[in-house]
């Protein structure tokens, strides 16, 4: 608005108009910001978080943003981002694959103790991801 010409009691009616039509809205935005970002690039809660804080979102905005994603699907789309990696890369040392893909979640955000524990579980199963 202010690139439009627009200033002082004018601006912030048109905001308090905004915000009581529910057209503002920082609760609703950092709820469908975490979604989004969750569901379309993968993000973890780690970098959805500092992306939110980045944009002077509210720490209870945050919070209830990060309640949208749901734990059993958090896990999953771990699972399948690490396998999807996995496929990618071409590498022969077991232990520099496992850096790598760790490396990888923990670039995209995801907390490093269930990256591990993500390992771990799917080692000592059937199917492996190193």
Same mark, same amino acid.
């Given at each position: 608005? %202010?690139?439009?010409?627009?200033?002082?009691?004018?601006?912030?009616?048109? #905001?308090?108009?905004?915000? @009581?039509?529910?057209?503002?809205?920082?609760?609703?935005?950092?709820? @469908?910001?975490?979604?989004? $970002?969750?569901?379309?690039?993968?993000?973890?809660?780690?970098?959805?978080?500092?992306?939110?804080? $980045?944009?002077?979102?509210?720490?209870?905005?945050?919070? $209830?943003?990060?309640?949208?994603?749901?734990?059993?699907?958090?896990? $999953?789309? %771990? #699972?399948?981002?690490? #396998?999807?990696?996995?496929?990618?890369?071409?590498?022969?040392?077991?232990?520099?694959?496992?850096?790598?893909?760790?490396?990888?979640?923990?670039?995209?955000?995801?907390?490093?103790?269930?990256?591990?524990?993500?390992?771990?579980?799917?080692?000592?199963?059937?199917? @492996?991801?190193?």
């Amino acid at each position: 608005m %202010l690139d439009l010409g627009i200033y002082g009691m004018e601006l912030e009616e048109i #905001i308090v108009e905004l915000i @009581s039509d529910n057209f503002l809205n920082e609760e609703r935005f950092a709820c @469908s910001y975490a979604r989004g $970002k969750f569901r379309i690039k993968r993000w973890g809660r780690i970098r959805i978080r500092q992306e939110l804080k $980045k944009r002077q979102i509210s720490d209870y905005c945050i919070k $209830k943003a990060m309640q949208e994603i749901e734990e059993e699907t958090y896990r $999953k789309a %771990l #699972i399948d981002l690490l #396998i999807y990696k996995k496929g990618l890369l071409k590498e022969p040392n077991e232990y520099q694959l496992r850096n790598k893909l760790a490396q990888y979640a923990f670039n995209k955000g995801f907390e490093s103790k269930l990256v591990w524990e993500v390992f771990k579980n799917l080692n000592s199963s059937d199917e @492996s991801i190193s």
